[in-house]
């Protein structure tokens, strides 16, 4: 028998189906009648059978289609920049993306980087620069046309198909597990976040990455994943995972010659801004080194309990005096992240069996945004589609999201507040919300390092062999210089059989 799992296999056949395999779904569609019946799996049915346009596929496809149009909906009353009597906060449309075509100078032509500093990675500011320059040349021929608004469009419409792009590569990872996929498509922070800034750049260069990872071509994956970096940095924290799972497997060729080419990457993306712009280029580095602690992280927590402890008059709490030490901050973050990196990398070595990539890239992921000192609301977005990878579970998944639309309503509160001058709420709702955030966070966390920990437990390896998205590591054995580890016995194609 094969070691590898066979991508070969009828997939459509064996397609997973929440309402029979998921607790949660199975428990929600008795609501509807019960789990979905024999007539209603013909949507799987493969080639050469009885086949119907709307497949499981194309369902999740236009599901994300209708997300991301009701997101443009609901983004719509700041499309034309007229932010009066802060329209922006009221109905939760504020957008970076208008902002910054005004803020960025690119109404004015300028070249990003050349002439503006820009604060963000280049890639982001390439793309800024590349829809927003022409926007800035047609509103110069037409002044008729209002050039925030066209160049908001714009954006929307590439970022959309970016995110429309993620949900295929999800399909194409989980064939045997389509619905899945529509734990992304119909994301609420999906819904509420896709254009809030530009991450669906980085995620949707990401999700590329990993597929062409999973297909066994390392060096695209490493280009994608460099470029993605290049965009925002957290998708080279991915290469992390591709290290140590390598060391497990055996597989350290592959995993090097991923990262090689990601740093490739990332430094000829780097070089056109970084060499004669260096000044406007090391502006975000700037940012990121000096900014203090912002708003709904554990440490703004922190700074609000500080204010409830009774501390001596004159004398600042720990976490008050972090943000007055921003360069203390900044080390206790990164060491905190380190730490968390190493646990990660720990638990992949010695977990019974090794485990999936997708869920180490998650809890790296993750760490990153509990120990941040900014965590933006759009940066759920880098969550989402490895949390769909890592964990395809509904009710955990649903809980996260419902922590995630109470905290975006109330920063915008927090936000309308802080532009008023009269606060909405009593600054503790809006800490209670970030802290039911990052709660529910680490408890998906758990969930991971739990199924890693009992691998019968995982959804994927209920439907899979090993790890679809592995690439070179699906179905090899440990490395043979790890003595702690029993070589685990040749895979077969069958999954483990799921957990009760």
């Not at 209920?462 to 685990?488: C, E, I, M, S």
Request: proline residues 7%; contains cysteine; neutral net charge.
């Amino acid at each position: 028998m094969s070691t590898q799992s066979t991508p070969d296999l009828d997939d459509a056949g064996t397609s997973d189906h929440p309402s029979r395999s998921d607790g949660f779904v199975r428990g929600m569609s008795g609501l509807i009648g019960g789990p979905l019946g024999d007539h209603a799996t013909a949507l799987d049915r493969p080639a050469g059978r009885e086949r119907r346009f709307w497949t499981a596929a194309r369902i999740v496809l236009a599901l994300a289609c209708l997300t991301l149009a009701l997101h443009w909906v609901q983004k719509s009353p700041c499309q034309d920049g007229a932010w009066q009597n802060n329209v922006q906060y009221t109905r939760f449309c504020y957008t970076d993306v208008l902002a910054l075509y005004y803020a960025e100078g690119l109404n004015e032509g300028k070249v990003p980087y050349r002439d503006h500093a820009v604060e963000y990675p280049v890639l982001t500011g390439y793309f800024m620069g590349a829809l927003g320059l022409p926007v800035h040349a047609l509103g110069s021929d037409d002044p008729s046309i209002n050039q925030g608004q066209w160049f908001y469009n714009l954006n929307a419409l590439v970022l959309g198909a970016l995110a429309v792009a993620t949900v295929a590569v999800i399909l194409a990872l989980r064939r045997r597990r389509p619905w899945d996929a529509a734990l992304f498509a119909l994301a609420p922070a999906l819904l509420l976040t896709a254009t809030v800034n530009w991450d669906l750049l980085a995620v949707g260069l990401a999700a590329f990455g990993l597929l062409a990872w999973a297909k066994r071509r390392p060096v695209v994956a490493g280009v994608l994943l460099g470029l993605a970096g290049a965009a925002k940095l957290w998708p080279l924290f991915l290469l992390g995972p591709l290290l140590v799972l390598g060391l497990r497997a055996n597989r350290l060729r592959a995993a090097f010659t991923a990262v090689g080419a990601a740093a490739v990457a990332a430094i000829v993306a780097n070089l056109p801004a970084a060499v004669p712009y260096r000044e406007n280029w090391d502006r975000f580095f700037e940012l990121s080194d000096t900014r203090p602690i912002d708003w709904g992280t554990l440490w703004y927590i922190g700074r609000y309990l500080d204010g409830k402890v009774g501390n001596d008059p004159g004398q600042l709490g720990p976490f008050e005096w972090l943000n007055a030490h921003i360069p203390a901050l900044n080390l206790l973050s990164y060491a905190l992240f380190g730490l968390a990196c190493l646990g990660v990398a720990a638990l992949a070595l010695l977990a019974p069996r090794r485990p999936r990539l997708a869920p180490l890239a998650f809890l790296v992921v993750a760490a990153f945004l509990i120990f941040s000192k900014v965590w933006s609301q759009q940066f759920v977005l880098w969550l989402l589609p490895l949390a769909v990878l890592a964990r395809p579970r509904w009710g955990a998944f649903l809980a996260w999201q419902v922590a995630e639309v109470c905290y975006f309503a109330a920063f915008y509160g927090e936000l309308l507040g802080a532009a008023t001058g009269r606060p909405v709420f009593p600054e503790g709702v809006f800490v209670l919300a970030a802290a039911l955030r990052l709660v529910t966070v680490v408890v998906l966390c758990g969930l991971v390092v739990r199924d890693i920990l009992q691998p019968e437990r995982d959804a994927v390896r209920a439907t899979y062999a090993d790890d679809p998205d592995g690439g070179v590591l699906d179905g090899a054995p440990d490395a043979p210089w790890l003595p702690w580890r029993r070589r685990r016995p040749t895979l077969t194609a069958e999954p483990l059989p799921a957990a009760g």
